[in-house]
């Protein structure tokens, strides 16, 4: 099956640090996605990214889609207290049934444990 | 708040017990998924579901069993669970050509087994 790997699996940084993450798949993708999961609640989706070389922004947080397809990074820039929680890649592919329906499911990364002190 | 509500948000039980998770979502939404997180783990797809038609269980014991009744409901149900049971149960939905919108989770039951 689809494999993705993220890394790194865990970051501590000061307030005011930039952070990078990154994911790669063995498999090609269609569409990447980011996600930030906060203490006990579910993951909420922060960019998505649907072409290759693709460069999205939201606000201080910047992702792109990579040329081959097979990997993506997340920027957070000048981090706060509140960037706190767990990042999640997540590739999507595409399959197609006799229909010609897409049905993309989403392959999800470890995650990335973010603390930021103060 | 989501569009994805999931109820109870904390859930105590026995390994005798028997319990239901319920996850709802009025988003338009034609595929529903059961995700289990434990501690230090990658979320584990558990079922899914397009358009009520079970597609997907991923080696699920059998002491899980999913019921869609329709494409806004989906409901977990529990019965004689283990203690390695205990972890957080994230419901999502999506439309079934994601590649505009991805998933949208619930916040998840977190669920001990005692």
């Known amino acids: ?118 | 708040e989501t569009g994805v509500t999931q109820t109870p948000r904390h859930l105590v039980m026995g390994m005798t017990n028997k319990k239901s998770l319920k996850c709802e979502q009025h988003l338009g939404h034609n595929a529903m998924y059961w995700y289990k997180q434990s501690a230090k783990k990658p979320l584990e797809l558990m079922f899914v579901y397009n358009f009520k038609e079970q597609t997907e269980n991923n080696s699920v014991p059998s002491r899980f069993s999913p019921e869609c009744p329709n494409s806004s409901h989906l409901f977990l149900h529990l019965h004689t669970l283990q203690p390695e049971d205990s972890a957080l149960y994230l419901c999502a939905s999506s439309l079934i050509r994601t590649d505009l919108y991805g998933y949208t989770f619930g916040s998840g039951t977190r669920l001990t087994v005692v």
Not at chain 1, 24 to 36: C, E
């Open chain 1, 1 to 118: 099956g689809q494999q993705l790997n993220q890394s790194p699996q865990s970051m501590f940084i000061q307030e005011g640090e930039d952070v990078s993450m990154n994911c790669t798949s063995s498999s090609i993708f269609n569409t990447w996605l980011w996600y930030k999961q906060d203490p006990g609640e579910g993951p909420v989706l922060l960019i998505a990214l649907y072409k290759a070389g693709e460069l999205t922004s939201n606000g201080r947080l910047t992702a792109q889609f990579g040329i081959t397809r097979k990997d993506s990074f997340l920027n957070i820039s000048a981090s706060i207290p509140s960037d706190v929680g767990i990042y999640f890649c997540a590739g999507q592919g595409e399959r197609r049934n006799a229909g010609g329906t897409s049905y993309g499911k989403l392959t999800f990364g470890q995650g990335t444990i973010l603390t930021v002190h103060p």
